[in-house]
């Protein structure tokens, strides 16, 4: 229970997982202890893992200002100390109130001196999409620290519902809300502007596989093209072009069947792979061994994807 509100919402309309049901239970999973993540790293043919929240998610919806900046400081401080003895194998993600104005900014630049390679930003806010002029001192933040974005929703969360008002059956809901949500982002992002205004920024789509990238690319490519100024102070370049210039990236799953359309369509420059550990959709402890062993994909793809590209969105060394 935080701020008097169930973590993640247990039922209703877009109910989230029961958090009993939330972590694997393949034989063996230990990611209690770092020394336990590392184990199971090892046991997944993983060098490095980018650790991103479970319950943190809940900050940006946290409305006591006060409360949500002390939430986000503990929870950075901790995931810093978790990661801190690995040697660099496991880097954190930080959170941050991002709708509570100069202390996100404040606490996403004390993230970046923590270590934190990342900074996580839900796909839609409760007060305002993520093309609201208000954001741009963050994002213009985000870019002074050479802190990319990762954009992650999670049902039950207390954010705008986008399409699963209709299922209160966390399954289905699941279904609904990760494409959705990243859909929901990616236009905001893309159509309002953003990486015009701050075209150094970097963001990852994150979750929902990468599939639906081509489809939904195109799909913004053709508004673009037939009504694109309709949005004021929106896009200037074609969809496209910010893939090209390495402001959107996203995350695929190992077995995704459309992986090699996706390459052949867009390229491999923009795809990372993601593992979902510890989670009950991931596939660990063989979610490398799918990718690594997938044939349909070229060598350098597949490096791409399994590790280079990840290196430079977030700069790993």
Known sequence: MIEGRHYPQDNGPGAGCPPQHGISKAPGINCATADGVLADADRDHLDTMVLYPSVGLCVPSLEDPAFAAGFARLYNEWIADFCAPTNGRLRGVGVTPIEHGQVAIDIMKEANELGLVATLVPPALKSRNLDHADL??????????????????APGMHLPKIGVDRFTNYIQV?????????????????????????????????????????????????????????????????????LRAGNVWVTCEPDEPILPGVIDVLGDDFIMFASDYPHWDGEWPESTKQLRTRTDIGEQSRNKIAGLNAQRFYELN
Do not use: N
């Open 136 to 153: 741009d001192p963050f994002y213009a933040a985000a870019v002074e620290q050479g802190m990319p974005l990762g954009i992650h929703g």
């Open 174 to 242: 699941h279904c609904i809300s990760f494409p959705f949500d990243q859909m929901t982002a990616m236009t905001a992002l893309v159509s309002g502007g953003v990486f015009d205004r701050h075209p150094r920024l970097r963001v990852a789509f994150l979750e929902a596989g990468v599939g639906w990238v081509p489809f939904f690319v195109d799909r913004l490519h053709e508004h673009y093209e037939k009504r694109g100024d309709w949005i004021d102070g929106g896009w200037r370049r074609d969809p496209h072009d910010y």
